[in-house]
């Protein structure tokens, strides 16, 4: 199940990622980065999108190569324990990289409204 969960959300960023780097996310409320920075205008949320698509995409690799993995640990008879013991470390290195696209898109919309 996790595994599923784990591909399922891998390929929700990956689009996400891709629709910010083509600047297809105009500012809405539930798609994108928002931070007082990235809402002050459009320029400055296209740039705090692109920004965040670098990291949002790695997100998703992360999301997605763990979930085969973890698909294969289940498949191969792999313990709970053993396939949290996986699934924890990709969790942390998925939450840092959303901290880091946070972070890259308010500064690239920083740069456009100074």
């Known amino acids: 199940m996790l595994a599923s969960v784990m591909l399922v ?3 929700l960023l ?8 083509s600047r297809r996310v105009s500012p809405n409320s539930l798609l994108g980065i928002r931070t007082p920075r990235t809402q002050r205008s ?16 790695r997100a998703s690799a992360v999301m997605m190569v ?4 973890l698909l294969a640990m289940v498949v191969s008879g ?11 470390p990709l ?20 740069k456009q409204t100074d």
Do not use: K, Y
């Open 9 to 11: 959300l891998g390929t």
């Open 14 to 21: 990956w689009v996400m990622s891709w629709q910010g780097s």
């Open 42 to 57: 459009q320029e400055a949320w296209h740039a705090g999108q692109e920004a965040a698509s670098r990291w949002l995409g």
């Open 66 to 69: 763990g979930g085969l993995v």
């Open 78 to 88: 792999a313990t709970p324990v053993g396939v949290n013991i996986v699934a924890l």
């Open 91 to 110: 969790f942390g290195l998925v939450a840092w990289c959303f901290v880091r696209a946070v972070q890259s898109a308010d500064e690239a919309a920083g």
